[in-house]
């Protein structure tokens, strides 16, 4: 079902979040998981808005070449 679908996807995810400093997992976290703007969680955090978008424009960076990489180490697993 969906939820044997999602599994290997959160994994991933896990994965990713595992490797991101603390702050940058919980900015990750606040917008897309709480849907905070980056305005609300600069102010929850005490960060500069600047710094927010910046945070969420890199992270958004090393996350697209994380999938990819692991999206690649999946492919070889699975034909195997």
């Given at each position: 079902g969906v939820q044997t679908c999602?599994?290997?996807i959160l994994q991933r995810l896990n994965g990713f979040l595992e490797k991101q400093t603390r702050?940058?997992?919980?900015i990750f976290v606040l917008r897309f998981w709480y849907m905070e703007t980056p305005r609300e969680i600069a102010k929850h955090m005490g960060l500069k808005e600047k710094n927010v978008y910046n945070t969420l424009y890199q992270m958004?960076?090393?996350f697209r070449?994380?999938?990819?990489?692991?999206?690649k180490e999946d492919?070889?697993?699975?034909?195997a």
């Open positions: 999602a599994l290997p702050t940058d997992r919980m958004r960076k090393r070449v994380y999938w990819e990489q692991s999206g492919t070889v697993y699975e034909k």
